[in-house]
Protein backbone atom coordinates (compact mmCIF):
# COMPACT_ATOMS: atom_id res chain seq x y z
CA UNK A 1 0.00 0.00 0.00
CA UNK A 2 1.25 3.57 -0.79
CA UNK A 3 1.78 5.89 1.75
CA UNK A 4 2.79 9.51 2.18
CA UNK A 5 3.79 9.91 5.84
CA UNK A 6 4.25 13.13 7.29
CA UNK A 7 6.28 14.39 10.42
CA UNK A 8 7.99 17.26 11.83
CA UNK A 9 5.07 19.04 13.36
CA UNK A 10 4.53 20.21 16.77
CA UNK A 11 4.00 22.69 19.30
CA UNK A 12 6.41 25.52 18.93
CA UNK A 13 6.71 29.44 19.71
CA UNK A 14 6.44 32.38 17.77
CA UNK A 15 8.85 33.34 16.24
CA UNK A 16 10.46 29.27 16.03
CA UNK A 17 11.11 27.06 12.63
CA UNK A 18 9.76 23.81 11.76
CA UNK A 19 10.77 21.33 9.68
CA UNK A 20 8.25 19.55 8.00
CA UNK A 21 8.86 15.76 6.09
CA UNK A 22 6.66 14.05 3.52
CA UNK A 23 7.96 10.78 2.31
CA UNK A 24 6.30 7.82 0.11
CA UNK A 25 6.40 4.36 1.76
CA UNK A 26 5.40 1.26 -0.08
CA UNK A 27 6.00 0.20 -3.70
CA UNK A 28 6.94 3.00 -5.94
CA UNK A 29 9.02 4.07 -8.62
CA UNK A 30 8.68 7.47 -8.46
CA UNK A 31 7.62 10.18 -6.23
CA UNK A 32 7.19 13.69 -8.12
CA UNK A 33 6.29 16.22 -4.77
CA UNK A 34 3.47 18.57 -5.68
CA UNK A 35 3.00 20.55 -2.71
CA UNK A 36 2.03 21.35 0.77
CA UNK A 37 -1.65 22.17 1.79
CA UNK A 38 -2.55 23.57 5.47
CA UNK A 39 -6.31 23.48 7.00
CA UNK A 40 -6.74 25.89 10.14
CA UNK A 41 -9.91 25.40 12.29
CA UNK A 42 -12.77 26.20 11.03
CA UNK A 43 -11.54 27.07 7.64
CA UNK A 44 -11.20 25.50 4.45
CA UNK A 45 -7.88 23.81 3.28
CA UNK A 46 -5.17 26.07 1.36
CA UNK A 47 -2.62 25.92 -0.59
CA UNK A 48 1.17 26.96 1.25
CA UNK A 49 3.29 26.47 -1.64
CA UNK A 50 3.19 24.40 -4.87
CA UNK A 51 6.30 22.76 -6.96
CA UNK A 52 6.41 21.99 -10.56
CA UNK A 53 8.61 19.30 -12.22
CA UNK A 54 11.01 22.17 -13.25
CA UNK A 55 11.78 23.24 -9.58
CA UNK A 56 9.42 26.12 -10.20
CA UNK A 57 7.19 27.22 -7.05
CA UNK A 58 4.59 29.60 -6.15
CA UNK A 59 4.07 30.82 -2.13
CA UNK A 60 1.09 32.08 -0.67
CA UNK A 61 1.70 36.00 -0.03
CA UNK A 62 1.29 34.96 4.12
CA UNK A 63 4.49 32.60 3.54
CA UNK A 64 6.65 33.97 1.48
CA UNK A 65 10.22 34.82 2.73
CA UNK A 66 9.46 32.59 5.93
CA UNK A 67 8.57 28.93 4.39
CA UNK A 68 10.43 26.72 2.03
CA UNK A 69 9.89 23.36 0.12
CA UNK A 70 12.16 21.01 -1.17
CA UNK A 71 12.25 17.55 -2.92
CA UNK A 72 15.26 14.68 -2.16
CA UNK A 73 14.09 12.66 -5.56
CA UNK A 74 17.00 10.10 -3.91
CA UNK A 75 14.79 9.71 -1.31
CA UNK A 76 11.17 9.89 -2.19
CA UNK A 77 11.13 12.65 -0.21
CA UNK A 78 9.46 16.29 0.18
CA UNK A 79 10.02 18.61 2.88
CA UNK A 80 8.52 22.38 3.69
CA UNK A 81 11.59 24.55 5.95
CA UNK A 82 9.10 27.12 8.42
CA UNK A 83 11.02 29.95 9.88
CA UNK A 84 9.57 32.51 11.81
CA UNK A 85 6.80 30.83 12.58
CA UNK A 86 3.50 32.84 13.46
CA UNK A 87 0.38 31.89 15.72
CA UNK A 88 -1.63 32.40 12.30
CA UNK A 89 0.46 29.74 10.51
CA UNK A 90 -1.35 26.87 13.11
CA UNK A 91 -2.73 24.79 11.24
CA UNK A 92 -2.94 20.83 10.10
CA UNK A 93 -0.74 20.70 7.23
CA UNK A 94 -0.72 18.38 4.14
CA UNK A 95 1.35 17.25 1.41
CA UNK A 96 0.50 16.29 -1.84
CA UNK A 97 2.42 14.20 -4.61
CA UNK A 98 1.97 12.57 -8.14
CA UNK A 99 3.00 8.76 -7.39
CA UNK A 100 3.97 6.58 -10.26
CA UNK A 101 3.85 2.85 -9.04
CA UNK A 102 4.82 -0.51 -10.91
CA UNK A 103 2.66 -0.56 -13.66
CA UNK A 104 4.09 2.97 -14.86
CA UNK A 105 0.64 4.76 -13.82
CA UNK A 106 1.09 8.01 -12.28
CA UNK A 107 -1.48 8.56 -9.10
CA UNK A 108 -2.47 11.40 -6.72
CA UNK A 109 -1.54 10.96 -3.11
CA UNK A 110 -2.17 12.86 -0.09
CA UNK A 111 -0.40 12.39 3.91
CA UNK A 112 -2.33 12.21 7.10
CA UNK A 113 -1.76 15.54 8.25
CA UNK A 114 0.85 16.56 11.45
CA UNK A 115 -0.26 19.53 13.18
CA UNK A 116 1.63 22.63 13.70
CA UNK A 117 1.01 24.89 17.10
CA UNK A 118 2.46 28.09 16.89
CA UNK A 119 1.94 29.71 20.64
CA UNK A 120 3.50 30.72 23.64
Known amino acids: QVQLVESGGGLVQPGGSLRLSCAAS????????KGWYRQAPGKERELVVSISSDGSTIYVDSVKGRFTISRDNAKNTMYLQMNSLKPEDTAVYYC??????????????WGEGTQVTVSS
Open 26 to 33: GRILRVNG
Open 96 to 109: NAHVQYPTGGWYDH
